[in-house]
Every structure is written in structure tokens, then in C-alpha cells.
């Protein structure tokens, strides 16, 4: 079945109408898909060796390391809390629940630098919290624990967003159901209430996933940019660009769109099976 | 097992849902809770089930006092209006899942669970359902399997929560004969809500009948029909249309109204209302009667009268078409209107009182005309 446009007769297409669409693809191309290729021509430009050699580089290599390692540690601790948030806001009543649901959303709205500048201002040498902090041989900033902290901050509201309006859309009849058959609280969690976000869950994690390996501002602020210590793998890339090594740039560029593009890859596949 | 409430209360915010509710139900019975929507009686079976808490009030099964008791510990079936389906399990596995969920030192063997599952669907008449999804049934499909589901856990009192709300009225027809059957073999004491008049009665033992937080009448078909305990029952049961009369010795009169067929009240004398269903009004043409026919529209099988008295206003009357007089009932006519059945409550203060004397000021109705 073919459905036409509105007033018009079908197998007729305005000319206008095609311009629209040749611009959309035009700009997309442009725009979005031109850069990532060019990302790709860049970093082989001088061959499969000057390639490998760049990616190989003991630098490069502790960046991706550090930014794998980031994202492994936030992303679960996101998926914990985008769930405990979710299911307190969509399943219970209680005193400031509007407000939590505000509070999730803020770090969308603040520039992640903020976050790193705040953090920095509580947990750094002079900060508030800088002082303990010191005594007792703890180092945040400048150091994997602060580079966590402001991508957690950053990749918080997530999971949450995804699984929240789902969980609202479905209510709680089905754990009250499960409650009456007998369930246990944990049983409930894990049969019926996981089950039923599981889709949205996986494709919020993603996001969270690409959005924490992608993550600049705000570690930038707090991560001290040491080479080979707390430098990730976007903070390695525009090291490597200030040094005029436009391949090594490319190069571990190539390796951040590449998370990017499976996370998308990932993402389209969940969202098939989520309307499914 | 037999179930006493008593003085349940229950607030939601600035509303009173439960104002005291006393109620007994008996081992194996099949009662029905009707009422129209916001009287409460979702929110004391939910009480029942354990998914809400009252403020006061008892709650005791077989003795046990039940508001000690954890909903997971009730062992209660419970069916919801719509379903609450698992939607990733088959029918097998909702039918399983109350059993599959019982601590390991009670949980059957799995063997067990898949004989007794078969069984359940046998005796549900839904065999060839097994291996579905909820997505994959139909809304009374649903519903049987939704009940399967708490019948499976063998439940001490059976709940439901106007089952057969979302579906169409053939089908809900069928269920509510199948539901019957599953009663009288399971012979579980059973609640369920309803706004529809109809399938209360048919359905249930008894009829407790609920508005704005009370039980306003428990009976059956016949009693509360033909005798409503209150005004609100009247008028939920149909008898919309209210008339001032005018009580004494226990006889009513109304302007233009001829209630010679209401039998005698033990009422206080003074003003009262009538409460009467649109066809059991028969009006009657006559020259210098007070009421007149506004409008007149066919269904087909009924004529539907509007009459205006001039002090009075309004009231609908319903009478077969093919009647005897239904020419003569036409736009403009005078008629009387003849009452052939209604209730009459009086306008005491407390219509309980004995006192005859009461001051209430008769409404003089015969001045007009």
C-alpha cells in the first residue's frame, strides 16, 4: 500500500518536495557523515603502520585503558541508579518526588565543566573536602577516582530517562499481582519488573556508555591532563593535536568514533527490539 | 474461609474512600460489591488483598486478624480489571508463577508444578493456549488465564476487581456463566466489584451495594430492587425520577400523581419523595391534569415521554409503544401520572423517628393548576 502526502495524488511529487529531501541528505552528509569519514582518511593518511604504531604508543594505549576503565566502573553504577531512581519515582508516592525528577534531569542542563569546576572546588587540595581528604591519603582530583566521580555526574540521568517513562507507562498492577501470588520483593524486582524494562535498560546503558567514553569537560577540569597517567582518550586526542601529530590524533580519534559508531549500531538493534 | 470487617476507615488525602464499612462474608459465598465508581469498593477489596492499608478498623479471616498479615502471606487470588498479565511469560508460565515463587522448603517439584498447570488448564478450557504470550490472546482469553493464574496457588478467598470491565458484552456474558462454574467447583469464598447492575445479580449469593465509603444495602436481586434501603440505592438502581409527595397515615399524594397501587407505609406523616423508574410511570390523558407532555421519542420497542409539571419540572416517563393509550400520549396532552411501583422515603429529619408530629411543612403542591 502506498500512502501519499497530504493533498496531493499519489505518484506525484512536487518539486519542492524533492529539493526538501535532497537538502536533508545533502546537510546530513555534510555535516555528519563527511567528518567521520574524513576522521578515517586522516588516520590511515601515512599507511596501516604509522597507523598501528600511533595506536600502539604507550600514551595512547593508557588512554584507552583509562577511559575502558572509566566507563566499566560508571556505567554500572549508572544502571543501578537509573533503576533505583526510576522505580522510586514511578512507583511510589512520597514527599518531594516532582523534585527528585528535576534533580535527575540537571545534569543535561549544566555544562559538564561546571561539574568538573565544582568538584574541583569540593574534593581539590583547596576544596572543602580537601583537607580530609589529604590527611587520611586520599587523591580524587587528578586522579581516576575524580575522572569517575564528574563522569558519573555527567552520564547520570541516562539510564533513568529511558527507563523511567516506561515504568510509569506500565504501573504497578503486575507487582501487585505478584505480590498477591506470593513474590518476594526481590522475586518481584527480578521476574517481573526487570523483564519488563529490560530492552530500555540495555539501550539506556548505551547511551550512558557512549556518552561516559565521549565524555571532555568536565574531566578535563579534574583529570590534571597528565600524559600517560590520568590523561582519556578525548583529553589524549586534543593532547596529541596541540603536539602537531595530526595522525596519532586521527589515529585515537579513529578508536573513540569506532565506540561510537558500534554503540550506535547497538543502539538502533535495541530500539528494533524495543518496539517489538 | 469467612471474612468479618469491621469499622474499616480509610482517607486518601482529603477524601473519606471507607466511612465505617461492617461486613460478613461466608465460607464459599460469592458475593458481589456494587456501586458506582469513587464508593469505595475497589479500595476495600484492595484492603482485603492487602495492596492497601486501613486507617481503622478489622479485618479477620477465620479469626486470623488479617491486617497482621503480609499480602505475599494472605494467600488471596486476585484478578485485575485488566489483567496484569506478565507479558514476557507464556501461559504456562503465569499460570506457574505463584507456585514457582514459594520458598524452596514449599515450592513444589517441577514436575509437579507442570502437572498441576496442566491441570489448571484443562479445567479452564484454555489447553490450547499454553504456549502463548499474553500479547497473543484475546481480552477474554486473557482474563481466563489472569484467573487461572490466581487460582493456581489454591487461594483462600478469590478477589476480583470488576473482571470483566474491559470486555465487550457477549463475551463478558459467557465469562460470568464460566466464572459460576469455576466457583461452585472450586467452592472458594469469593469477592468481586462491579458497577454492573446486571452482572451483580446474576452473579452473586449477595449484593452489597456501596456509595461514598458505606454499605447502603446487602440483598438480593429482588429486595433490593423492589425495596431500596436509601435514597442513594434507589437511584442507583434506576429510580431516577423524584417527586414530592405528601404523607399521611402512611398514603401518599402528589400533585397529578395517582399512587393508589403503592401499598402503605409505616411512614411519619408530613413531606416525602417518591423515587419511581421512568417505566413504572403510566401516564394518563385527563382534561384538568397537571402534567403535559413535552416531547415523545421511539425506541422502537418503548415511547419515551418527557412531562412538565409547571412547579415541578421534569420527569421521564417510558411506556410500551404498542399500548393501549400510546396514541393519545401525544406532544401537549394533560395527563396524570399513574405510579405503578417506587419507594417513598420520608423528609423527617430522621425518618426513623416515630414522632408524627414532626414540623415539616407539607409542600402544597395541589395549588397549582
Known sequence: ?276 | MSITISGLTKRFAKTDVLRGVELGVDKGELVALLGPSGSGKTTLLKIIAGLEWPDTGRLRVDGQDWLKLAAQDRRIGFVFQHYALFPHMKVRENLAFGLSVRPRAERPGKTIIAAKVDELLHFLQIDHLADRYPAQLSGGQRQRVALGRALAIEPKVLLLDEPFGALDAAIRRDLRRWLRGVHEATGSTTIFVTHDQEEAFELADRVVVMGEGQIAQIGDADTIHDHPATPFVARFMGATVELPVTLLAGRAEGAGLDLSTLPRRALPDGAGRLFVRAEDITPVPEPDAPWRIVSRTSTGAHLRLVLRHPKLGEAEAEVPRRAVRAEALTPDAAVRLKIEAGTIFSSAPNSAATQPSLQTKPIQLERSQ
Open chain 1, 1 to 276: 500500500m502506498t500512502t501519499a502526502p497530504l493533498g496531493q495524488l499519489p505518484g506525484q511529487t512536487r518539486r519542492g518536495e524533492r529539493i526538501l529531501i535532497g537538502l536533508a541528505v545533502g546537510l546530513t552528509l555534510l555535516f555528519i557523515a563527511a567528518p567521520l569519514v574524513f576522521i578515517f582518511v586522516r588516520a590511515f593518511a601515512q599507511g596501516w603502520q604509522v597507523y598501528a604504531a600511533n595506536i600502539l604508543h604507550p600514551a595512547t594505549l593508557h588512554a584507552i585503558w583509562l577511559t575502558t576503565i572509566t566507563a566499566i566502573i560508571v556505567v554500572p553504577l549508572n544502571v543501578g541508579f537509573g533503576i533505583a531512581a526510576a522505580w522510586a519515582v514511578a512507583k511510589h508516592r512520597f514527599p518531594g518526588r516532582g523534585i527528585l525528577v528535576t534533580l535527575i534531569e540537571i545534569p543535561f542542563s549544566i555544562s559538564p565543566i561546571i561539574a568538573g569546576i565544582c568538584y574541583l572546588l569540593l574534593y581539590g587540595r583547596q576544596g572543602l573536602l580537601g583537607p580530609w581528604l589529604q590527611a587520611n591519603d586520599i587523591q580524587v582530583v587528578f586522579a581516576l577516582p575524580g575522572i569517575v566521580l564528574v563522569t558519573m555526574f555527567v552520564t547520570a540521568p541516562f539510564v533513568a530517562r529511558e527507563v523511567l517513562p516506561l515504568m510509569q507507562a506500565q504501573g504497578s498492577e503486575q507487582e501487585q499481582a505478584a505480590v498477591t501470588l506470593g513474590a518476594n520483593g526481590w522475586q518481584i524486582f527480578t521476574r517481573v519488573t526487570l523483564p519488563n524494562i529490560k530492552w530500555a535498560l540495555l539501550y539506556g546503558a548505551v547511551l550512558c556508555t557512549a556518552r561516559a567514553v565521549g565524555e571532555f569537560g568536565g574531566v578535563s577540569v579534574v583529570s590534571g591532563n597528565i600524559r600517560g597517567q590520568t590523561n582519556t582518550l578525548p583529553l589524549h586526542v586534543e593532547l596529541l593535536f596541540n603536539d602537531l601529530n595530526a595522525v596519532g590524533a586521527f589515529a585515537a580519534a579513529s578508536t573513540l568514533t569506532l565506540i561510537a559508531v558500534v554503540a550506535l549500531v547497538i543502539k538502533a538493534i535495541l530500539e528494533g527490539r524495543r518496539q517489538s
